[in-house]
């Protein structure tokens, strides 16, 4: 079960990823005018006047706004044993 936090940090990136689905599909479909909707879930991000903001630059402000929610997975890398060749090891 997740506690109130994890859940929180849950809903908040899957807002952000809400609009910036919506952002993406404007620009892929080389769209310059922004819907409303889109526009006033921008301005709840505290962004002001999004419509006077293109959308290529709106993506990347909803995604800098994205990177603290994103968990960072430190991979560890464990040393492998190196073999020994067979002329090494005396074994011909």
């Given at each position: ?30 769209k310059t005018e922004l819907p409303d909707h889109v ?54």
């Open positions: 079960m997740l506690n109130r936090g994890e859940s929180e940090r849950r809903g908040g990136l899957r807002r952000l990823d809400d609009i910036l689905e919506s952002l993406e599909q404007l620009n892929l479909h080389d526009a006033e879930a921008l301005v709840m991000l505290g962004i002001e006047s999004p419509h006077g903001i293109a959308i290529p630059q709106l993506i990347e402000r909803v995604w800098a706004m994205q990177q603290p929610y994103l968990i960072t997975i430190v991979v560890e890398r464990r040393r492998r044993r190196r073999r020994k060749l067979q002329a090494d090891s005396g074994l011909t």
